[in-house]
């Protein structure tokens, strides 16, 4: 019996172990059988969707690449031309999209079987704008909705405006006028204490995105010029509060309610503002101000000589078209996506504590209507961030005294960095 009794337990074992090893063997079969994708990014923000990504798609891995700082376009467009070291999928932010919309390493997604030119109808124009090459072919997708709004103190605006009303106080801002008018009131009344804007970037970046060059030609459109005589006009009047644009000084205000109105986008609500504010929760509303606009913007791109194309474009579409991680991604992470159609089913429920329970997905999804649509060129960003805000600073100071002047700098210094242009 004692004898039986211990086959018995000896043959148990020996199918437990068995059952050990196969469920191993099994378990490396289905880890040998994920295919793995590289994914660069220029930021962190990409964490979220990869992980809803990997649970939808179990069979895939996503290794993920941050490389923040200067150096991501440099290094991106090195690894593209070195096959073995290239990545999957990469990012590439708002201002380096057309400089590497035509280059051949961005994979044709409208062609088969992505067919993207199917789906991008689902965002709004001003992102489509951007995503084709000079032939009409889609090569990167913006996943990221960038409109614009003024942000205001609510306890300021009941003070000096009496109402924080979102509405109430988009009808007070509705021109520049009113702006500076308001800020030469408040800037009296509190003793030179509160000013309705941090510095003149608030309003120049409202205006953005106009192109600077159109084939292969200067155009210098006069908003530009109308911005050179408003921010003149706006130190004159003392409505500036002078802070350098992302100085120590500048985010304190915030927190203080040293400043009204600050011009930002989508994204300045998690990474500005809460950011710098954090004690602020529910002093804050969103309104419609002088100008619609667009700030920023992040696209995604497939690598032409890929080898795992079929994965890569699951995450692409997966990040921008699945309406249920869309979903999850605009409540759960406050991230309003380049996808109308999803931020249209959101709009009338979802609400931000910060901004006093305001239906903000609301306000973003009419604003990304009306911003004007323009496709940009591989010139703008240096043209509008190194030549024209550095004569827009020189004018500010009277170190240029008019604006012929500062037409003839633009043109000279747009000549020496790019001799390739047409410049009257």
Same mark, same amino acid.
């Given at each position: 019996m004692k004898t039986f009794k211990l086959k018995y337990l000896s043959i148990i074992a020996l199918v437990s172990a068995m059952m050990i090893v196969s469920g191993c063997q099994s378990k490396g079969e289905q880890a040998s059988k994920q295919e793995e994708i590289t994914v660069w990014s220029f930021t962190d923000e990409a964490g979220y969707a990869i992980e809803k990504f990997e649970e939808k798609y179990p069979d895939i891995k996503v290794n993920f690449v941050n490389i923040p700082g200067n150096f991501y376009i440099t290094k991106l467009k090195s690894a593209l031309q070195t096959t073995s070291k290239a990545p999957d999928v990469f990012m590439i932010e708002n201002a380096n999209i057309r400089e590497l919309i035509d280059v051949p390493y961005l994979e044709n997604l409208s062609s088969s079987p992505y067919n993207a030119n199917e789906l991008i109808p689902e965002q709004y124009p001003f992102v489509q704008a951007n995503e084709k090459d000079s032939e009409g072919h889609i090569r990167a997708i913006g996943y990221q909705g960038t409109p614009g709004g003024i942000y205001y103190r609510r306890d300021l605006a009941k003070e000096y405006l009496g109402t924080d009303d979102p509405v109430k106080v988009g009808e007070q801002i509705g021109t520049w006028e009113d702006i500076f008018e308001i800020g030469e009131r408040v800037q009296q009344e509190s003793g030179n204490k509160v000013h309705a804007l941090a510095n003149w970037n608030a309003i120049s970046n409202s205006y953005d995105g106009i192109p600077w060059v159109k084939d292969g030609k200067l155009i210098i459109d006069p908003t530009y010029m109308e911005v050179l005589d408003l921010v003149r006009e706006a130190r004159q009047r003392k409505v500036l509060a002078e802070y350098e644009e992302g100085s120590a000084g500048h985010a304190a205000s915030m927190?203080?309610?040293?400043?009204?109105?600050?011009?930002?986008?989508?994204? %300045?609500?998690?990474?500005?503002?809460?950011? *710098? %504010?954090?004690?602020?929760?529910?002093?804050?509303? @969103?309104?419609?101000?002088? =100008?619609?606009? =667009? %700030?920023?913007?992040?696209? $995604?791109?497939?690598?032409?000589? =890929? /080898?795992?194309?079929? =994965?890569?474009?699951?995450? $692409? /579409?997966?990040?921008?078209?699945?309406?249920?991680? @869309? +979903?999850? @991604?605009?409540? /759960?992470?406050?991230?309003?996506? +380049? *996808?109308?159609?999803? *931020?249209?089913? @959101? %709009?009338?429920?979802?609400?931000?504590a910060y901004l006093g329970g305001q239906k903000h997905f609301e306000f973003f999804s009419e604003a990304a209507k009306k911003v004007p649509v323009y496709e940009r060129t591989k010139y703008d960003s240096i043209i509008n961030n190194d030549i024209y805000k550095n004569v827009l600073q020189l004018y500010l100071n009277n170190d240029i005294q008019t604006k012929e002047e500062a037409v003839k700098r633009i043109k000279r210094d747009v000549k020496l960095r790019f001799p390739e242009l047409e410049v009257d």
């Amino acid at each position: 019996m004692k004898t039986f009794k211990l086959k018995y337990l000896s043959i148990i074992a020996l199918v437990s172990a068995m059952m050990i090893v196969s469920g191993c063997q099994s378990k490396g079969e289905q880890a040998s059988k994920q295919e793995e994708i590289t994914v660069w990014s220029f930021t962190d923000e990409a964490g979220y969707a990869i992980e809803k990504f990997e649970e939808k798609y179990p069979d895939i891995k996503v290794n993920f690449v941050n490389i923040p700082g200067n150096f991501y376009i440099t290094k991106l467009k090195s690894a593209l031309q070195t096959t073995s070291k290239a990545p999957d999928v990469f990012m590439i932010e708002n201002a380096n999209i057309r400089e590497l919309i035509d280059v051949p390493y961005l994979e044709n997604l409208s062609s088969s079987p992505y067919n993207a030119n199917e789906l991008i109808p689902e965002q709004y124009p001003f992102v489509q704008a951007n995503e084709k090459d000079s032939e009409g072919h889609i090569r990167a997708i913006g996943y990221q909705g960038t409109p614009g709004g003024i942000y205001y103190r609510r306890d300021l605006a009941k003070e000096y405006l009496g109402t924080d009303d979102p509405v109430k106080v988009g009808e007070q801002i509705g021109t520049w006028e009113d702006i500076f008018e308001i800020g030469e009131r408040v800037q009296q009344e509190s003793g030179n204490k509160v000013h309705a804007l941090a510095n003149w970037n608030a309003i120049s970046n409202s205006y953005d995105g106009i192109p600077w060059v159109k084939d292969g030609k200067l155009i210098i459109d006069p908003t530009y010029m109308e911005v050179l005589d408003l921010v003149r006009e706006a130190r004159q009047r003392k409505v500036l509060a002078e802070y350098e644009e992302g100085s120590a000084g500048h985010a304190a205000s915030m927190q203080k309610g040293e400043v009204m109105f600050y011009p930002g986008a989508t994204w %300045a609500l998690q990474y500005t503002f809460k950011a *710098n %504010a954090p004690d602020t929760e529910g002093l804050w509303g @969103l309104a419609p101000g002088p =100008s619609s606009f =667009s %700030a920023g913007g992040t696209y $995604i791109a497939m690598y032409s000589q =890929s /080898e795992k194309k079929d =994965s890569a474009w699951k995450f $692409i /579409e997966f990040y921008n078209f699945d309406h249920d991680f @869309l +979903s999850e @991604l605009a409540k /759960e992470q406050d991230y309003f996506t +380049s *996808n109308m159609v999803v *931020n249209d089913q @959101l %709009a009338p429920a979802v609400t931000s504590a910060y901004l006093g329970g305001q239906k903000h997905f609301e306000f973003f999804s009419e604003a990304a209507k009306k911003v004007p649509v323009y496709e940009r060129t591989k010139y703008d960003s240096i043209i509008n961030n190194d030549i024209y805000k550095n004569v827009l600073q020189l004018y500010l100071n009277n170190d240029i005294q008019t604006k012929e002047e500062a037409v003839k700098r633009i043109k000279r210094d747009v000549k020496l960095r790019f001799p390739e242009l047409e410049v009257d």
